[in-house]
Structures are given as C-alpha cells and as structure tokens.
C-alpha cells in the first residue's frame, strides 16, 4: 500500500513538473502574464500573423494551464490565448494595437507584459517566431540561406573533446595565450562567467581520426550565394500562398436556392453506403451552411469527416465557420493572404483583429469580396469590417461598405445610424456623431455600442446627458462578455454617471484606470462644486492621480479659484524652473496664494509676459520689495498700479493728474525748501502760506467725499 502511494505521488510530482503555470493581472496601462517554467528552460518569443508566440527551446514544449488566465483580466488587450496543436507553443491573440515585451523573473518565471503603442525599435521579440505556427509574410531577406542550420549539434561517437591534441610539431601555445586573452577580456567586461574547475577527468586515449573541421570544402555548398564584395544579390521570394476563388468564393455557393432549400439541401445525402459519411457530400452541406450564416453547424459538419478532415479546404472552411460566427481564430490559414487577389482577402482581414498599416493589404480585393457576399452577410458582417477600416483612418472604404449595408434588402437602419456615428466620432466631429447616435438608440435603445457612441459623443462636447443614458447602460453591463465591448461600456457607463451629474456614483463604479483621466476631465468642467471638492481636495502628502497632464493643470486651476492652493500644489506636482511655463505660472500662482513669494520667484524664474509680471511684482510685495515691485508693473504696461505702488513708498509726487484735490493735498506733505538766507519773517509767512493752503486742500477733500445717508 505504500509503495502504491509513493508510486502515486512520484507520477502526480512529474506531471506537475511539466506544466507550465500561467497567471495574469491587469495592471492599469498594461496586462500582464507571468508564466511559471518548470525547470528553467531556454525559450524564445516571435511575432505571428495574428499577434505573438511563446514557446521553449526543447523537445517538447510543457503543458500550459490556462484555467485561470481570464479571471482577472478583461479581453482589451489580450483578445485570445490558446496553445497551438502542432508544436505546443503558447499563441497570443492582441485585441488592441500592443506589443509583449517579455522578461525573466528569477530562474524559472517569464513575464510578458502587454502594452499599448508599438514595440521599442530594435526589439527582437518582434521578429517572426520560429515554430509551427502561422508565420509573418516573408520578407526578401528572409529567404535566404542560414548556414547555422546545417551544423552538426552532436559531436562524432568516437571524438571526444580533450587536451592535450596530437598536433605533432605544431605549437598550440600561441592559440591557448590568445585564448585566455579573449577569455580574459569577456570577464572583465561580464561576457563571460568564470568559474573553478572540478577534479579533471582521465585524459582518453587520444583519437586519431579525422576530425569534424580538418575538411575545406572547394566549391560552392548547396543553397549558398557566392558574390563579390559590395555586390547587390537580388533576392528571389515567392508571394504568399493564396487560396484559390473557387475556393473561398462563398457568393457562388448559393446556387439562386431560397434559404429555406438550401438549408434541406445541406441536410440532405450526407451518408452513403454502410451508414458512412460521404466527403463530397458533407463538404457541399459544409459550403451551403457557410453560405447561410451558420459557422456552428458547418464545423459540426466538419466533425464528421473525422479522419477524412484533411486538406486545405478542411482548414479554410473551418477557419470560415469562426469568422462568418464573429469568433477569432488564431491558427486560420488566411493570416498571410492579406495580399491576394480574390475573396481570400476578405476572409484575411475578417480573421486580423487590426489591418496593418502600409501596402501589404489588397484594399480592392477586400471590398469587392465584401460586395460580393449575400445581401444577409453583408449586413452581418459589414460593421466590424468598416471598424477595421476605421482604424486604418480609410474613410472611403468604410462609405463604401456603409452604403453596401444600406442598399441590402431588410437593411437595419440602427446599425446603419450606428456605422455613421462611429465614423464621425473618428474624424472628431462631436455634433454629427451625436445626431446619427441619437437616431441608433431612438431605433435600437437595448443596443449596447449605440449608446456607447451616443456617451461618447456628449464626452467629446462636455455636454450633460440625461442619466437615463447612464441606467441603460448599467442595466446592461452585466451582460457583456470580457473584451473590447465590456470594456467600452464600463467607460460610457462612468462617463454617463459624470455627465449626469452623479459624480459620486462615478467614482464608485469600477471604472478601469484607463478611464479616470477622462473622468476627472468631465468632473473639472461639470460638476457642482461641493462634489468637486469632496473628491478633488487630497492630503498634503498623496500622490497625484494618473491623469493628463493638461488635466491636472485644470483641476489645480478650478482648485485655486475656490480657494485651496495646497490642494492645488498636490495636483501639480513638483515643477521644475525647466517645465513649460504655463505649468510654472500655474504652481507660481499656487505658491503666491499660500504666501510663499520665494518659491513663487524661483518658479517665476526669467519667464516673460504680463501675466508673469504681475505675479512678479505681486510676489515682491509679499516681500516688501517696494521698488523693485513698482519696476516690475512698469515693466508689465502697468503705469497706475506701478504709481499707486510708489504711494505706498511714500514718494506723493507720483499722484496721477486726474487724482485733483487729492494731488494738492499730496504736494503739501512733501517737505518745504530750506533756504537759509531766508529770515525769521520770512520763513513765518511761509508757513503761514502752507497752513492756509492745507486747510483748503482739506476741505476741497472733504468736499468731494459723498454725503452721509441719513438712514
């Protein structure tokens, strides 16, 4: 009994060993996945046609668990990860424009992080992944010959590598000094790992034999180029392979039948002698179904087969059933058929979640593929095509399979409306995307993306909605399934909760961090004062939230308006003399207000302009600076502020004109000359001359001071 329960646990331990743990995690800007290796293996990265491959350098590759990858990630980035059948790598679907960038974490962990934007230049992670799956389309310089493929990985049975060699008379000092050289300079600069040997091993007998480098070949070895120097070689590659039209021409397999004979045709003579699937039949129902629509029951058509399922026709359709049903499909054979001519174009762009840009996509033979489909496949297919479009800023394809979709009988005006508002949203045109989206939800208000596009286009405005918006869409959320539409619901449903005014319902929801820079945008511009304080004052010592910066600088400007310049510094950050100078205005006003005037110069630094001028002088008068104060506003064009600032020095001939009485008055508190031939009766009359001047510049003061009221 023991040795059957140690017999158990040994098999259970070896089978754990060989599988490969996967976990995620959202992190914000990024999704990670950490994939926990068993035994540390080499591995390597590359790029597919539908996004990226992982896989280790080893016989086999281990079992990869992927039972809890989508518990706590969203589908927004990474669209699909599935293991490829033939060689057991890992292949990553993107949903998003991103790259992986990859690193190890530890001996045995590789971390791929998912980022949005392109791959850094000159990562290696993004050339074609070596393996069985779906390669890139190949490159001239791609074809060439790799001389390293040919290279024995296994030494000779009989030669054993030792020391010291049988060389005879020739000297193998010279080698072994430049060696340890060569050796030396690694370590020093941390190529190479130095380590002390252990107890050597019996020398062998010495082999005789001849080794694996004493041949030189003369001649040229098969597949390689042999040029002069500086040469220009032109490179010879094949185009990719492209599936036939009569293959994938799903137009022609509807035979003018209605619908309703067509779906008894596919059900009909599937099964020949002895009660067994017959090919021909089967893959006639197969091309019929796909004709209908339904990818579901073609590929349990295909399942029938069961051996007899080979070809490329097999794997076309199959990879069409995915696509006609809205699904992804990493492994379909149309990855690399961007470029044919003919309906294998279109079923290539419907499996890429995102057309690349350039002119590695036939554009014509992608439309008129779609132009061609079934009035009913056209209007089911037809918006997520024009959003690839979209993305690729093709304004004019998108026209033209808009108006394919409305031309289609039974056409449905909301996803019309819809296509229309989507468009307009990308060119930026808030007021005409709002029209169509009004029109989508009017015809459809169940429907999710309408009223996406309708919160979007109310964002884009700053326009308050009303928050019925706002309940639809929570109503909903539950519904949608993880990706690129929950995630595009969660925004409009916080958006909308802003833009109706429930702005702490919106900070309660589980908005992603994505989308709190486009909150706090609405929040800064619409929300009532006492719901912006309560969620705009932070502690003194927060960190500032992950938001834009122009966003920020909104909200520390509303902040300082109302009166809190230290929550104000909080969303500004520290500032440096060498950051734009709207920010360093903005933290010099902020400074100013809590009284600060030293950091505010030191901010102001040797910025120009009226506004910094003003804060300038202001600053100076927090000082005391006088002077240099009234120097500041002259500067500025600031003529009565800079006099009523030598006023305060105490300098009164700097009283404007226009001032009257109060001129005169100020002239007689300037000192008398002194002049010291005047006599005793003389300098008595003059005083006698400015005590009745005084008394009647004071009562011309008080003559123009207004009248008490009497209540």
């Given amino acids: ?17 060989e599988t490969a743990r996967i976990l995620s995690g959202e992190h914000g800007d990024f999704t990670r996945l950490v994939i926990e290796l068993p035994g540390g293996p080499d591995w390597n990265m590359g790029r597919t046609a539908t996004g990226y491959a992982f896989g280790v350098r080893s016989d086999s590759q281990p079992t990869y668990d992927l039972s809890t990858v989508w518990e706590r990630i969203p589908r927004s980035r990474l669209a699909g990860l599935a293991v490829d059948k033939t060689s057991g790598a890992l292949l990553l679907t993107l949903g998003c424009d991103c790259h992986v960038f990859p690193f190890e974490y530890g001996s045995a962990i590789v971390v791929l992080d998912i980022r949005e934007g392109p791959a850094p230049a000159g990562s290696a992670f993004e050339a074609a992944f070596r393996g069985t799956v779906p390669p890139l389309p190949s490159s001239p310089e791609s074809e060439r010959y790799d001389w390293l493929a040919d290279r024995r990985s296994d030494p000779p049975a009989r030669y054993v590598p030792s020391l010291p060699l049988d060389t005879g008379s020739v000297s193998l000092e010279p080698l072994r000094d430049e060696l340890l050289e060569q050796i030396a300079r690694g370590a020093a600069d941390g190529v190479v790992d130095m380590e ?13 034999s001849t080794l694996p480098w004493s041949n030189i070949r003369i001649g040229v070895d098969a597949g390689v180029i042999v040029t002069t120097p500086g040469a220009l070689v032109p490179a010879e590659a094949d185009g990719p392979a492209c599936a036939g039209p009569e293959v994938a021409d799903l137009a022609a397999w509807g035979q003018d039948m209605a619908p309703l004979d067509l779906l008894v045709a596919a059900r009909s003579d599937l099964y020949g002698e002895f009660d067994l699937p017959e090919s021909e039949s089967i893959m006639r129902s197969v091309r019929q179904l796909l004709y209908l629509g339904f990818g579901v029951e073609a590929r349990q058509h295909l399942d029938m087969l069961g051996d007899q399922a080979v070809g490329e026709d097999v794997a076309l359709y199959r990879s069409m059933a995915r696509l006609v049903d809205g699904e992804t499909d990493p492994q379909t054979p149309f990855a690399t058929m961007l470029e044919c001519d003919g309906p294998a174009a279109l079923w ?12 590695d996509v036939n554009r014509d033979a992608i439309l008129q593929g779609f132009l061609t489909l079934p009035a009913h496949l056209r209007r089911h297919l037809g918006p997520a095509l024009a959003e690839k479009f979209l993305a690729r800023d093709d304004t004019e394809a998108v026209r033209i399979i808009r108006d394919a979709m409305e031309r ?23 007021g005409a995307a709002q029209i169509h989206a009004e029109e989508a939800v009017a015809l459809d208000g169940d429907r999710a993306d309408s009223l996406v596009a309708l919160v979007e286009a109310h964002f884009l405005k700053l326009q308050p909605m009303d928050p019925d918006a706002a309940d639809a869409l929570m109503s909903i959320r539950g519904e949608a399934e993880d990706g690129d539409s929950a995630a595009a619901i969660e925004r409009a449903t916080v958006l909308a909760l802003a833009l109706s005014g429930q702005t702490h319902a919106a900070f309660g929801s589980n908005q992603a961090p994505a989308n709190l820079s486009d909150l706090w945008r609405v929040v800064e511009d619409r929300a009532t004062n006492d719901d912006f304080l309560r969620h705009a004052v932070l502690p003194e010592d927060a960190a500032r939230p992950d938001v834009a910066d122009e966003v920020a600088q909104a909200v520390a400007d509303r902040l300082l308006a109302l009166g809190f310049p230290d929550a104000a510094v909080v969303w500004l950050g520290p500032v440096a003399p060498s950051d734009p100078t709207d920010l360093r205005l903005l933290a010099a006003r902020a400074e100013l207000a809590r009284r600060d005037a030293g950091a505010a110069l ?13 804060l300038r002088a202001d600053a100076l008068l927090v000082l005391g600076d006088l002077p240099a104060a009234e120097a500041a506003l002259s500067q500025s064009g600031e003529a009565d502020a800079a006099a009523r600032v030598g006023l305060w020095d105490g300098d009164w001939t700097k009283a404007p004109d226009e001032a009257g009485a109060w001129k005169a008055a100020a002239r007689l508190a300037q000192p008398l000359p002194d002049t010291e031939t005047a006599g005793l009766l003389d300098r008595g009359g003059r005083t006698v001359e400015a005590s009745l001047a005084a008394r ?9 001071l207004p009248p008490l009221s009497e209540n």
């Fill in 602 to 614: 030191a901010l102001l630094g040797d910025a120009s302009g009226p506004e910094a001028d003003q």
């Fill in 196 to 208: 002390l040997p252990g107890k050597p091993a019996e020398v062998p007998v010495i082999d005789h």
């Fill in 348 to 359: 290539a762009a419907l499996a890429h979640d995102r057309l690349p840009s350039g002119p």
């Fill in 1 to 17: 009994m023991i040795r059957a329960m140690l017999l158990t646990l040994a098999l259970a331990s070896a089978a754990q060993a």
């Fill in 696 to 704: 009647e510049a004071i009562e011309d003061l008080l003559a123009d």
């Fill in 408 to 430: 289609t009988p039974d056409a449905d005006p909301g996803s019309v409306a819809l296509l229309d508002a989507k468009t307009q949203l990308h060119a930026g045109d808030a």
